[in-house]
């Protein structure tokens, strides 16, 4: 997949939507949240500040590693934040005060929140707060395997979201055609309708497919056979070019 921006710049596009600075992106596994933001990140001229949502049941240590991640991406933010960064315990009143420190400093960034249901499942209220105060000058993209839900778009503000769900993400026709076009030059339109029965837009599903085809040519006479034995087939032949790949 050569052209990223390409054929992701519909959602790109919705991302950089200046009406909104809080993204929900949700979806299952395999539908290229992440991919989708890193490319989006690497798209933008503002610094991004990446955090990995992790599951803990100490609400500081999410908090600490926020501020961190925070100040790494702007080292002028550090010596602001430094009141926040010996907390024991941290509480909404603590969230307010980063609020506050990021809204007089004024710097524009994003921050990308990965997992973002691992904090929410431990500590909604905590999250809630976060994205309900998050400053207009700094967009906030969350990435979760889940829909949110109408209690939390409700506390942290609906208005404000704009939300990328799994429909949005599966490739479209033309977005298909462009990936596999780029392997098969010559590929016909019955056999683009192929891919598309095969992978029903699937990001992951259709990664694989397109790596086969890049991988043997002949793959391409396969199609009508892979879609009648449908996805636990195209399974076992991405295992094999997967154990192949040198990490």
Known sequence: MSSPLLYRKRLINQINNPEHHI?????????????LAQHWMDSQDLPTAWIEGFST??????????????YETLPNLKTKLKPLLSLKSVSIDNIKALSQ?????????????DNAEEIRREHNDLS???????PRHIKLVLLTSTSPSTEFMKGAGINRFAVIGAEELRFTKDETKQLVTEVIPNITESEIKEVLDITEGWPTIT?????????????????????????????????????????
Not at 128 to 134: C, D, N, P, R
Request: overall charge positive; charged content about 20%.
């Open 23 to 35: 993204i929900y992106i949700y979806g299952p596994a395999g539908f290229g949240k992440t991919i």
């Open 57 to 70: 049941t100490n609400a500081n240590e999410l908090f600490q590693d926020f501020l961190k991640k925070i």
């Open 101 to 113: 420190i990021l809204e007089s400093d004024k710097t524009p960034f994003n921050v990308v929140v």
């Open 128 to 134: 809630v707060a976060l994205v309900g105060l998050m």
């Open 207 to 247: 990664g694989v497919l397109i790596s086969l085809l890049k991988a043997n040519q002949e793959f391409r006479n396969q199609l009508s056979n892979l879609k009648l034995k449908g996805k636990p087939q195209l399974s076992i032949e991405a295992k094999r070019v997967l154990s192949k790949l040198t990490l």
